[in-house]
């Protein structure tokens, strides 16, 4: 049945059916319309369909017939593919007669009834036993017989003429005839008339009516004279050809292209001539006078050849005989050189010697003969070039023959296959020739040392033993023996590489420009491809380039005239056009008319403008004007392409469709003819303004193209053997071919194409590289404008390789930044964007981006980050300034952009690049190595903040005008960013603040090692606090701000931030957080909290107090409420104290520099000859300094007003934080829930945010908050250490050490009682309640208590801090070291904890085993508490009611003594001095006075007098620590009330030491106090939290040990609470309160 599947022919009897299924065949029987069936199966479809009606499934002749219309093919094409199944099935039949009758009935019915198939081609095709069963032929031998008659007199024969018939006289009216029809008025060269000049009727019927009698002429002497057809054919052409005589092809201007146009129309009036004869001798005859030219050409060519090498070897052979007769010279035979005195020489030599050097002679000169040159085959080789120059093919026949194809006589596939060379051999000489030109620009920039060295000495002895090649020479001979050979210039790598292929005898070539010259667009296209498609690069030929070049412009002039600049001709004759055309509204009609600027349609070119564009490829930069044109006409196109593309248009398929043409333009055709075009500035404008309106991803894929046509490292130019199928090469290695029965067109099989490649852009290349790499060798900081300019003239045209270079020396060379960044100031927008391009290109290269130890970032990524800084500080633009201003910059949007990439994928060490943009593009400063002064500046007002940070003064540090300009640029980028994308602002800041979260529980991204993981995780907060920052500065007011960044539950949760990363965020968006109301400890949660002022609806403190609580599961809520965490994290240190010592040291700061500067200016005004430009600049800093003081006065002032409201409202508040019974259920765990969700989440923020969390506990401790127990908190706290310094990153160690200072100092403040603060602060406190479960009403702790507890917890952080440091592993070392350092001032406190922390330090400073960045910081530890050693007391020290040992009470009796007994002597002779000082002062006073002075002078005295009595030191006494507190307060009161004590401290035995007082009343440091104020030169001087580095910045440490704070100098300072000691006694009581 129709349905069994059948066997296949190739293996056995039958045809497989599975195409026609039994549901087809029955439609067919019905007479149903099959279904469309493609044409490519068309044969085995039919087969199928004819098997089934010859096996009788029911389907006759005319269901057949009428299932074939389901291929939809032309009745030629389906009888030639039915009449080949008809043949196959016969055969498959042949010993089956039932089915081969069915086969013959079928075949007469579609012949007969149907008319499917014909009966010519079943003659031309099928076997004769099945014609004579069809009734086709009457026999099939006869039929037989007669089909050899015919073959061979059609293939065999030949006609014969009788040449000696015929007559001379013929030829000659025959070469009359022709020559009186080619001469005719209007066709001749020397009068070509243009094609208006003849359109008139008239004359096309006399044109008609002469070649009518032309051809009568021709015809009646050819049979006449019995001439013969292909001669006469012959003399046909060269009439044809000589009209083209005398025209000029040089050149492709525009009148001399429109000549050879005429000229080939009036060829056409030859067009009856040559139909006389037929169509295949006409190719034929046109084909073997191309052939005979080239075989002309070649047999100059190798007569040329023969001739130079003949005279070459003539000329050695005759030169080394004489040099064989030579040595008989030297015996005294001299004489003249002819030949009778040589055999006369040689005739006296015996017969022996003469026939060995006969024998000798003969052999060298064989060898030599046979052995030609290089010097000579160059020779050679040239006189053949010049001698094929004299013998080409005719350029008037390649006219003519473009002529013919044009009207029609000679089909160019018939052509292609007479001329010469082959393609074969076509590729061979373009891989040849692309071998050696690629060579020869791989020599560019390579220095040949040996090059310009003179050449050696001659050598008898080489000459000799030389090669006998040494002996000949050029054409001139042989050099003179003596006289030295001058070395040979080396030939100019570029100009050998940039040379096109010489192609003048390239019959193919020619006929190409013969095509190309009349304008024949089909035919030369056809060519064009044909030859591309081998690979060679027909464009390259100057001829043809200006040819293809002349196409171009006449389209490219029919679009130009609205994109061309106003002012030139194209611009005004449009402009004259349009007037003349006079309404508007038809104007606008016109493809590229004024009407572009409103229909974006009209600016849409045509796919034959790209056509013709790409068609001259590169080479189109040849005419500069010419690629501006196209530039600019492809701007518009694709601007109008983008209009179109959005989705409201319904023409953006078409668009989209439209931009791939523009784009494939670009990158084919115009950017690698920029490559061309060298040094030139405005090409490369013009090429980035026709990219412009490209998206950055199609400007990349584009920048990709451009780099692969310089490719010549991807292999040696190979030659593929192909097939042509379909009209394309296919290679048969790549298994591209398939079955031929599949229906594939196979034209042409064994083709060869070589790879293509353009020497001439490799040459652009190398020579770009070069030029940069000499640039990068000598560019340095004193020649930045010469180089620079040098470079950027480099980059013009060639920006991929030349700053490619550029980059990879910066990667290896990171002392090369600043110089090659100053030098990019004249690269051009194109130049700019590939260098992103590149840096992009740089970090995605998949190189591993740290180094071999796996631990630290690879020096070219930290060199490239500092690079992209260096870019975005000096050359980032704005939206603005790049397309309005059209300034040169780099779009940093784009590397914003890529960034976001990364990070999405998972990538975190390339945002070591954002960070540096960030710090130099907009003079941000790392946060992270501060000093104690500028952590307390941190809760200043903006000013004191950046005059803090400014005292950093790093490489980063900018003027406030470029700062913020850097800031607005950024903010531009980040708004922006990249065309048809979202603004970055968000998704950078979600994926750094993930990505931060993650990085610890993402195996891929962290190393093995531990603290690899630890530095990524302090990379990326340091980079985010960065972004943070950025994003405050850029958006300061918080309506702009909140309107920026996403809300805080959908950072929560749509972003899945972390609690304290989202209120980080969203903290500026609370600045204007306002106050809630609350009544009787009841929170109004209808009253407005936030009013964006943006139109949207406030927020109410219900909503946001319900979006805080969402956070955290319901148990957090048990232990605080969601107010107090509200209330914690939107809070900072400037609302909650004032730095007013800040405030006071930068303000006098300020006022004593001004007035330096303004004595300098006095002093230097005063003296002749003074610098107006140094006085300028001097009083403009004073007037900087002058406005700068009362910005502190003012910025204190509007702090200390908005502190002190502040705190009014969290008095307000702080009774309803654990007030509420109903939802407070868990008090117990109100601290620890504190701690996990409050505290330490923001300690490990920032230093600065670590000592706000310190002073926010003891506001809570101050306001004496309800439920919070103080006691609790720090015995949790302290109680913990060891596990909070093993737990954090290195960085936040150290936060978590000033976090641990400010608390341990707040501890020894209410400890130590001072100025009464534990009466105030904690006495009857609820958070020093004994029992935090009874609340106020519980017991509180006592002094005495306080004393205790401190003291075990000191203890406690000893023992945690010994065991840490006891450990062996690194985390825990450097940690415990990173908090220790901090908090060297607090901690220890008592000689028995610091000595075991000292020898537990020692231990590490001595283990080999431990690394050296551990051993380095041991040792600065071990410095600093050697520093603090005299500070320490003893535990009954430390707590008055610890029993002290009997040594101890020893020990302090007698240092008492000795230290009272020598401040006694001190003071006693110093009061002395003054005494006697006063009083010769006073004795001169009286006696200049003379009257009235003695009674001053005596009451001077008696002062003095009382003063030394009153300062007479008595025995010391020792207060007993119990029952004297009272007593002790008063005396230490009575002593800060004292303002004439030099740093005299009644409390402490270190008088000396002590606390200055007196001056201001604030808080200022003492002898304990540290660095900040001057030492003994009067210089200022910073010390480092460690004690051991000073610099020159302003900004102190407090540090217990140094020198006294600028309080002890002026006498400010009423309280200070610095631990005293002998290294910092003197500078500690330096402070005089009279001067205070």
């Avoid at 003027?959 to 640029?969: D, E, H, L, S």
Wanted: with cysteine; hydrophobic share 35%.
């Amino acid at each position: 049945g129709v349905g069994a599947r059948a066997v296949r022919m190739g293996s056995g009897f039958g045809v497989a059916v599975e195409m026609v299924t039994p549901d087809l065949v029955d439609a067919l029987k019905r007479g149903e319309t099959p279904p469309p069936v493609n044409q490519t199966s068309a044969p085995s479809y039919l087969l199928e369909l004819l098997w089934c009606a010859v096996t009788q499934n029911g389907l006759d002749a005319s269901g057949l017939a009428r299932g074939t219309t389901a291929l939809g093919m032309d009745e030629t094409a389906l009888d030639s593919v039915l009449v080949d199944v008809l043949w196959l099935v016969s055969l498959q039949v042949e010993h089956d007669d039932a089915k081969r009758q069915v086969l013959v009935e079928v075949t007469k019915q579609l012949v007969d009834t149907h008319r499917v198939v014909s009966k010519n081609t079943l003659l031309e095709r099928c076997e004769g036993e099945f014609l004579e069963e069809c009734g086709f032929v009457v026999s099939a031998v006869s039929f037989r017989k007669k089909e050899i008659r015919v073959n061979t007199r059609v293939v065999y024969q030949q006609k014969k003429f009788n040449l000696l018939r015929e007559e001379s006289e013929g030829y000659a009216k025959l070469i009359a005839v022709l020559q009186a029809f080619a001469t005719r008025p209007g066709t001749s060269s020397g009068s070509i008339e243009t094609s208006e000049k003849r359109t008139s009727e008239k004359d096309t019927a006399a044109d008609e009516v002469a070649a009518s009698n032309t051809k009568r002429a021709v015809q009646s002497l050819i049979g006449t004279f019995d001439l013969c057809p292909n001669r006469a054919l012959d003399l046909v052409m060269d009439a044809a050809e000589s009209l083209f005589y005398g025209t000029n092809r040089d050149g492709a201007e525009s009148d001399e292209s429109r000549g050879f146009e005429t000229v080939a129309r009036n060829v056409a009036g030859f067009k009856p001539l040559f139909q006389l004869f037929r169509d295949e001798n006409i190719g034929q005859v046109l084909g073997f006078k191309f052939q005979n030219h080239h075989a002309e050409t070649e047999r100059a060519k190798a007569s040329a050849r023969t001739t130079v090498l003949w005279n070459a070897a003539r000329r050695r052979r005759r030169e080394r005989r004489k040099s064989f007769r030579e040595p008989k010279m030297d015996y005294g035979d001299i004489g003249d050189d002819n030949d009778s005195d040589d055999e006369d020489s040689d005739a006296e030599d015996s017969d022996t010697e003469a026939g060995e050097v006969a024998y000798d002679a003969a052999k060298a000169v064989t060898a030599v003969s046979l052995e030609p040159t290089a010097e000579d085959k160059a020779l050679a080789e040239k006189a053949a070039s010049e001698a094929a120059a004299k013998h080409k093919t005719p350029e008037s026949l390649y006219l003519l023959a473009a002529a013919l194809v044009a009207i029609g006589m000679v089909a160019l596939d018939d052509l292609y296959a007479h001329v010469s060379p082959s393609d074969d051999s076509m590729v061979e000489s373009r891989a040849s020739a692309v071998r050696i030109r690629i060579a020869a620009a791989k020599k560019i920039g390579v220095i040949n040392l040996l090059a310009a060295a003179p050449p050696p000495d001659d050598d008898d002895e080489m000459n000799e033993e030389g090669s006998f090649g040494s002996l000949g020479g050029g054409a001139g001979g042989g050099a003179p023996k003596n006289e030295k050979k001058q070395p040979t210039p080396e030939p100019d790598p570029f100009a050998i590489a940039s040379t096109p292929d010489n192609t003048s005898e390239n019959q193919k070539f020619g006929l190409l420009k013969g095509l190309l010259a009349i304008r024949d667009t089909p035919n030369s296209n056809a060519l064009l491809a044909r030859l591309v498609s081998l690979g060679l690069d027909p464009a390259e030929d100057h001829s043809v380039s200006n040819y293809l070049r002349d196409r171009f412009s006449k389209l490219a002039d029919e679009s130009y005239g609205p994109v061309a600049p106003p002012g030139c001709g194209a611009a005004k004759r449009t402009a004259r056009e349009r007037k003349e055309n006079g309404a508007k509204d038809t104007a606008g009609d016109a493809p590229g008319s004024a009407c572009d600027q409103t229909a974006p349609d009209a600016n849409i070119l045509p796919s034959a403008f790209f056509e013709s564009l790409d068609a001259c490829g590169p080479y189109v930069a040849r005419s500069p004007g010419a690629f501006a044109r196209a530039c600019r006409l492809v701007k518009k196109h694709l601007e109008a392409c983008v209009a179109l593309a959005k989705p409201e248009d319904r023409d953006g398929d078409g668009a989209a469709e439209s931009q791939r043409l523009a784009e494939a333009s670009l990158g084919r055709t115009l950017l690698p003819g920029l490559s061309l075009l060298f040094s030139n500035a405005a090409a490369s404008n013009e090429a980035w303004q026709a990219m412009a309106p490209l998206p950055a991803t199609s400007r990349f894929r584009l920048y990709d193209e451009w780099r692969a046509c310089y490719d010549e490292e991807g292999g040696d130019v190979c030659v593929f053997t192909s097939v042509v199928v379909g009209g394309d090469f296919v290679d048969a290695e790549d298994g591209g071919l398939d079955d031929p029965g599949d229906g594939q067109n196979l034209t042409e099989k064994g083709a060869k194409r070589v790879t293509p490649r353009r020497p001439s852009l490799v040459a652009a290349k190398l020579s770009a590289i070069a030029g940069s790499r000499a640039v990068m060798r000598r560019i340095s900081k004193d020649n930045v404008r010469e180089f620079g300019r040098k470079l950027a003239k480099n980059a013009h045209a060639n920006p991929l390789p030349a700053l490619l270079t550029v980059v990879a020396q910066v990667e290896a060379y990171t002392n090369m930044i600043a110089p090659v960044t100053d030098a990019f100031k004249y690269l051009t927008n194109l130049s700019f964007d590939v260098l992103v391009f590149l840096i992009i290109e740089k970090l995605s290269e998949g190189r591993t981006k740290l180094k071999e130890d796996g631990q630290n970032v690879s020096l070219w990524l930290n060199a490239l980050a500092v690079f992209c800084g260096h870019l975005a500080r000096k050359y980032a633009k704005d939206h603005h300034e790049r397309n309005i201003k059209q300034e040169a910059g780099i779009d940093l949007a784009l590397l914003l952009q890529h960034l976001v990439n990364t990070l999405t994928d998972g990538q975190s060490l390339d945002l070591l690049v954002l960070k540096e943009i960030i710090l130099r593009a907009t003079g941000a400063e790392a946060l992270e190595d501060l000093s104690d002064a500028q952590i307390d500046a941190m809760a200043g007002g903006g000013v004191l903040r950046e005059e803090a940070i400014s005292a950093l003064a790093g490489p980063n540090s900018l003027p406030a005008r470029t700062k913020a300009r850097g800031i607005a640029r950024l903010k531009d980028a980040l708004e922006r960013g990249v065309a048809s994308m979202e603004s970055l602002t968000v998704p950078l800041l979600v994926r750094i603040a993930k990505l931060r979260s993650q990085i610890a529980f993402d195996v891929s991204a962290t190393s093995k090692f531990l603290k690899r993981t630890s530095q990524l995780h302090d990379g990326l907060h340091e980079t985010f606090f960065l972004f943070c920052a950025f994003l405050e500065n850029a958006f300061p007011e918080p309506e702009e701000y909140a309107a920026t960044v996403p809300s805080l539950r959908d950072l929560v949760h749509k972003h899945g931030l972390e609690p304290q990363m989202a209120f980080h965020v969203y903290r500026p968006a609370l600045a204007k957080l306002k106050p809630v109301s609350v009544k009787d400890r009841t929170l109004d949660r209808n009253s407005v909290a936030l009013d964006s002022g943006n139109g949207e609806p406030p927020t109410t403190w219900g909503t946001l107090l319900d979006d805080t609580q969402s956070m955290f599961p319901a148990e957090v809520w048990q232990g605080i409420s969601p107010l107090m965490y509200l209330r914690f994290w939107s809070l900072t240190s400037y609302d909650l104290v004032v730095p007013t010592g800040r405030y006071e040291a930068e303000t006098q700061r300020c006022r004593t520099g001004a007035e330096v500067l303004d004595k300098e200016i006095r002093k230097e005004t005063s003296t002749a000859g003074y610098s107006a430009d140094a006085i300028r600049l001097k009083r403009k800093e004073r007037d900087r300094l002058v406005d700068l003081a009362k910005t502190f006065e003012s910025e204190l002032a509007t702090q200390t007003k908005h502190v002190y409201a502040t705190l009014k409202r969290l008095k307000t508040e702080c009774g309803v934080y654990l007030s509420d019974n109903s939802t407070i259920t868990n008090r117990a765990s109100t601290v620890s829930v504190f701690l996990q969700t409050c505290v330490l989440p923001r300690v490990a923020l920032s230093h600065a945010d670590a000592t706000y969390v310190s002073f926010f506990v003891e506001k809570l401790q101050v306001l004496r908050t309800p439920w919070f127990s103080t006691i609790t908190y720090l015995n949790t706290l302290l109680g913990m250490m060891q596990a909070l310094s093993f737990s954090r990153t290195h960085y936040e160690a150290g936060r978590l050490g000033t976090f641990l200072k400010r608390t341990l100092e707040t501890l020894h403040r209410w400890k130590d009682d001072e100025d009464s603060c534990f009466e105030h602060e904690c006495s009857d406190s609820v958070g020093f309640a004994m029992r935090p479960s009874e609340g106020d009403s519980g017991k509180k702790a006592t002094r005495e208590e306080l004393y205790k507890l401190a003291h075990k917890w000191h203890i406690r952080c000893g023992k945690a801090f010994i065991n840490a440091l006891e450990q062996s592993e690194y985390v825990p070392l450097r940690n415990a070291l990173a908090v220790l350092t901090r908090v060297t001032g607090v901690f220890p406190k008592t000689f028995r904890v610091g000595a075991h922390i000292v020898r537990a330090t020692e231990k590490i400073q001595k283990n080999e085993s431990t690394t050296g960045d551990l051993k380095t910081v041991a040792s600065r530890y071990l410095a600093m508490l050697s520093k603090a050693k005299p500070g320490w007391v003893t535990d009954h020290g430390f707590n008055p009611h610890h029993p002290p040992d009997a040594k101890e009470t020893e020990a302090i009796v007698l240092k008492e003594k000795k230290e009272a007994e020598r401040l006694a002597k001190l003071k006693g002779s110093a009061i002395v001095r003054e005494a006697q000082k006063e009083k010769a002062t006073v004795g001169r006073d009286a006696k200049n006075a003379n009257a009235g002075g003695n009674t001053q002078a005596t009451q001077k005295a008696e002062k003095l007098n009382v003063q030394a009595t009153e300062f007479t030191p008595t025995k010391a006494h020792v207060p007993s620590p119990v029952g004297n507190d009272s007593r002790i307060t008063q005396d230490k009161r009575s002593d800060v009330r004292d303002r004439n004590v030099r740093g005299d401290d009644g409390r402490d035995r270190n008088v000396r030491g002590g606390d200055g007082t007196g001056g201001r009343g604030g808080r200022g440091d003492g002898g304990g106090g540290g660095g900040g104020g001057r030492d003994t030169n009067g210089k200022r001087r910073r010390e480092d939290d460690d004690g051991e580095r000073n610099d020159a910045k302003r900004f102190r440490s407090d540090d217990p040990v140094g020198v006294a704070d600028r309080g002890g100098r002026t006498g400010g300072g009423g309280r200070g609470r610095g631990e005293t000691g002998r290294n910092g006694r003197g500078d500690g009581g330096r402070g005089d309160g009279g001067r205070g």
